[in-house]
């Protein structure tokens, strides 16, 4: 009868370690940035690392800070030259996130709605996107 006890013990230490250590994963890594469903914007100095998104209906752009610098995100139209600099921006209203100066912090918007919407950050010209919502 002891002995059967802790055998039995000792499976259920193993498995409580094996959980402990998958857990331990998931906190880091890319996990943790795509909290949600949908595509993360990462924000490198005054540029957007990529410049078209796509996510489905009730999917979220999370924001991610890389660098020590302030950003004001926006939705609304915005032409570029080629130069890849804003000529022309129209806030549309729907959403203005405000990136804290700090490496890691984010921030996020969920689109409700299919369409093609452009946003851009009102203190670098340079940092203009689209997402495309299906
Ligand atoms: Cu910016």
Known sequence: MRRTALVL???TL???????GSSGTKADGAATKA???GATVEMDFSLFAK????????QTLTFVNNNPITHQIVE????????????????DGAFNLKI???KGFTAEHTFEKA???QFFCTIHKAM??????S
């Open 115 to 117: 369409g093609t919407f």
């Open 35 to 37: 909290a949600k469903p």
């Open 100 to 102: 804290d100066p700090k």
């Open 76 to 91: 609304g139209a915005w032409k570029a030259g080629s130069d890849g600099l804003r000529t022309s921006e129209m806030d």
């Open 9 to 11: 013990s000792i499976g």
């Open 14 to 20: 193993v498995l409580a370690s094996a959980c402990g």
């Open 128 to 133: 203009n996107a689209t997402v495309t919502v």
């Open 51 to 58: 410049k078209d998104f796509a996510i489905k209906a009730g």
